[in-house]
DNA sequence: GCCCCGGCCGGGACCGGTCCCGGCCCACCA
DNA sequence: TGGTGGGCCGGGACCGGTCCCGGCCGGGGC
């Protein structure tokens, strides 16, 4: 039952008083640099490690941050996470976590905020995927910076914003179909009550519109059976096969795939498909998949620098960060027959 | 700059002291019904939140859990951190994060840990995919119960092992493939350094020795690539090509369908394939992948309910999961005539 | 020679809980 | 009526840091 030495320990041993010890771990510059050696000699030889509760409880300085995840329905998720915990990381914060999983109450994201502040965390970060979450946000006075890693957004003026930029992303997609030819292209949604999968339908209908090319559109969730199913649905509906589908990621990509090799339709030769995410082994799908990268981890980061800033003193912002068009054999002109 | 209220405040509200306050707050039983309701009125009318850092100070026990995520090999290993975060909470606990990214000496995970206790946390998990990483903690005495969630072992009595058994899976997988009367089947292994790989190719090379079967190896790294390329390889090399793959996980599974897609290869006509990992979208991949699924979120837990046990004096112990085959629509019964 | 100033260091009061110890009051029993 | 025991409550000493304030001492200006 030996506990830990403290700065009392400390000081005994180098002869000195513990705010002497405290100036020399804090870098407190009013220290003869012989005083500082031998504080440093004393702590070397005891293994003293500064108890960061107690510093946290006096100084209202915990050096954390909390991330709360809540939703699991964006299949990247965690991905996101480690993003954030890098960055905080590299920043010198801890990352203490809290999700909800499951359906969520907007008391719900309330509450765990407030078990999150009772923590003494600095800041705050929510990675939510829809808006029902968040919304509880909406008049919230906050007591420490919080950013809301998400599309969309909620009004409070006290909260920052980091998204990828979903609709662009959308766009980004149906442009390059469009550049190939088609003249109809079908959307097979992500679960609409995200944000996520709202925006990448408005980008599609904007898309579309500007085009004037004609578009179907099918409700799905982002799995890869709804993929399934809905390209299925496609393949018999009256409206006639169009020559590109959309997916609404590439789990339903990977659905949509598995549905027209049923069929006997061929990619990209019948239809051409696009996906959203560039998910890990996109690139070896049959075909490549083409699809649109978002760069996780850079949100996670980005989030966490916004995070800083505002303890900075910074007001709160939102920040867009562009996804990116990936290219590979799953889109192509279509025949020219059709 | 008015701060929150504290145990003082309340209990001037309530006409008692504040030991009284902590009485109620912490469900004493020697309080007054009476002087309970007066207690709870204050708190409810001051919103008074028990500061938990003040807590975890004087009682020592932070009521959170530290996990360390060292490297990022294993595709899956954000999806334990979820299970993790909701066992813990479940059982009371907070988490805190602290990932090792990229190249990690050994002295760098014990200095992890090293914060890690500083914050106090009450006992560790170690989420982790190679030994490496983890041949650190062998001589270490442990200040907090420590659980490793990871195949292998290191020679450290004061550790708990939660594992996912590798090797019974590797079995599942080629013993399904050896009922199906396939006599050579390769193995394209992930990332050797990692326990997994290592224990998945035992359990492969034990059942071929056991049915006196033919077996071919190839080393990869988890990746769809190394799938890609290995397939590509296995095509092309004078031994011929096997009736049956085993992959070293479903990434490399997807790849090898992309390869044998491009050589015109027949899954599972002219082979079979078999993954490992069950991920989100294995059921429509072209053909469904037969795999063998692990449950990443029990994984979780099972440590938190490892370590709770540690927590309240039990010894440490190891704990292996089994994983379950999936059959789906990659493999079939050899062709006769090969 | 005196005073002021600045560099260095120590005293001690917190932060907001927890918990041991001890005191009060009252019922019950002899 | 005095003793006693138990239920209820309060005093106060921590936990291990942070930080304001104040003291010591030596050097330089007048």
């Not at 209908?205 to 090319?213: I, K, P, S, V, Y």
């Not at 590109?244 to 990619?267: I, P, S, T, W, Y």
């Not at 990268?293 to 995070?307: C, K, N, P, V």
Request: glycine share 10%.
């Amino acid at each position: 039952m030996n506990r830990p030495p403290g700065m009392m320990d400390v000081a005994r041993e180098a002869g000195v008083s513990h705010i002497t010890v405290s100036r020399v771990v804090n870098g407190h510059p009013s220290v003869r640099p012989e005083t500082r050696a031998r504080v440093e000699a004393a702590i070397q030889k005891l293994g003293y490690r500064r108890n960061s509760v107690a510093r946290a409880l006096k100084s209202r300085r915990s050096s954390t941050i909390g991330v709360v995840i809540v939703g699991s329905e964006l299949f990247e998720l965690p991905r996101i996470l480690l993003g954030v915990e890098t960055a905080a990381k590299q920043a010198g914060y801890w990352v203490s976590l809290a999700s909800r999983q499951g359906e969520s109450t907007t008391g719900d994201l309330v509450e765990t905020l407030q078990r999150l502040t009772d923590q003494s965390v600095e800041a705050i970060a929510v990675v939510a995927d829809n808006p029902l979450a968040v919304e509880a946000l909406s008049g919230l006075v906050l007591e420490v910076p919080v950013a809301v890693v998400m599309s969309g957004s909620v009004p409070n003026p006290g909260l920052s914003f980091v998204e990828v930029d979903q609709e662009l992303g959308a766009r980004l997609a149906v442009r390059h179909l469009l550049d190939l030819g088609h003249r109809h292209i079908a959307h097979l949604t992500g679960a609409l009550r995200t944000f996520d999968a709202r925006a990448r339908v408005d980008g599609w209908q904007a898309e579309l519109a500007g085009a004037g090319a004609r578009g179907t559109m099918l409700e799905g969730d982002f799995s890869a059976e709804s993929g399934f199913r809905l390209a299925h649905q496609l393949c018999t509906a009256r409206t006639g096969l169009p020559t590109a589908v959309f997916a609404g990621n590439d789990q339903m990509a990977m659905g949509v795939l598995a549905a027209f090799a049923e069929r006997g339709v061929k990619v990209p030769q019948d239809v051409s498909l696009v996906g959203f995410d560039d998910m890990k082994g996109a690139g070896y799908l049959v075909p490549a998949l083409t699809t649109v990268r978002q760069d996780f981890a850079h949100l996670g980061g980005s989030a966490i620098e916004l995070l800083v800033r505002m303890l900075g003193g910074d007001a709160a912002q939102r920040q867009k960060i562009a996804p990116e068009l990936v290219v590979r054999h799953s889109t192509a002109a279509p025949r020219v027959d059709s």
